[in-house]
């Protein structure tokens, strides 16, 4: 019974198990005025010959994409194709898919995941950086105590954030324990993003989608801080944009386009849709409370 019921709630959250479901799920968003990343589901493969054929199915993806002229970018989380083995492997496909992405003129951005692998994916962004890939972007987790450094030193390299709090249960050692230092911490963070974004505009424009700042929450606090403080510093809206999980504060992210601002859902679907619900859950208590309340949400 808790199969079927596990699948009823995912629906929700998770753009069914294939391709055609996924753009389907992106082509209405994209009708409500909405843009979109797509994130194929799986981590932390288990072999060579799975990192390999996770890599081919998200290039796969990257045609289909650009075939259907939506409004999109992917994600990709690097354990998918391969980090946890050998990370060599991982840049090697990585580098296969950034090719793709630049044949097509698409978007691909790195998520963060749990804190062990913080280094190796900004060194792997860093080293594609290097070998020209400009259609590349990466995550910040706010709640680690080291992001704002890392905020701080990336966007000196021009890179393009994605701010997150972090849905991962990490040691105190390492990340804020409490709720509203977090919530400080995203503020502050999104603060040094949107200024870099102001500051780009003031240099003749950013010149490139996405933009520097992507604030990604559901948190109508943190959500009402960055648009105060961008109208405050003189920031348009064209010059950063909000994200939010597919399924979860639909109102919230129609109204926020409805009042001219950027706004993009990310999208996973695919075959480990369980394992990527059951995480979400598991992560943090609180998150069950939150997925839940949305699940019986008209």
């Keep these: 019974m808790a199969l079927p019921f596990a699948r009823r709630a995912a629906r929700r959250f998770v753009a069914g198990d294939t391709i055609e479901t996924a753009l389907q799920a992106v082509g209405r968003l994209n009708g409500d005025g909405l843009d979109a990343t797509l994130d194929l589901l ?15 199915q998200i290039q796969q993806l990257l045609t289909r994409l650009a075939q259907s002229g939506l409004r999109s970018g992917i994600s990709i989380k690097l354990t998918q194709i391969g980090l946890k083995l050998d990370e060599e492997l991982c840049a090697r496909n990585l580098k296969s898919i950034l090719e793709t992405a630049s044949t097509h003129d698409l978007f691909v951005r790195i998520d963060m995941e749990e804190s062990a692998r913080v280094d190796a994916t900004l060194r792997l962004y860093r080293e594609m950086r290097a070998a020209g890939f400009n259609n590349l972007g990466v995550v910040i987790q706010s709640a680690l105590y080291r992001s704002d450094s890392d905020v701080m030193e990336l966007l000196a390299e021009g890179a393009r954030i994605r701010l997150v709090k972090g849905a991962y249960m990490e040691p105190a050692e390492i990340a804020y324990p409490h709720k509203a230092d977090v919530d400080a911490a995203f503020d502050r963070q999104a603060d040094l993003l949107l200024h870099e974004s102001a500051g780009a505009v003031a240099r003749g424009g950013n010149g490139s989608w996405p933009p520097v700042a992507a604030i990604a929450s559901h948190d109508e606090e943190r959500i009402r801080f960055a648009r105060e403080h961008a109208e405050l510093i003189g ?11 597919y399924g979860i504060r639909n109102e919230l992210q129609r109204q926020l386009a409805a009042d001219g601002y950027q706004v993009r859902v990310y999208v996973p679907f695919g075959q480990q849709w369980y394992p990527y619900f059951m995480r979400r859950l598991a992560e943090r208590p609180a998150n069950l409370w939150f997925l839940l309340s949305n699940l019986f949400k008209r």
């Design 235 to 245: 920031l348009p809206k064209s010059q950063f944009e909000f994200q939010m999980l």
């Design 42 to 56: 799986g981590e932390h493969t288990a072999d060579e010959a799975a990192a390999n054929d996770a890599r081919l």
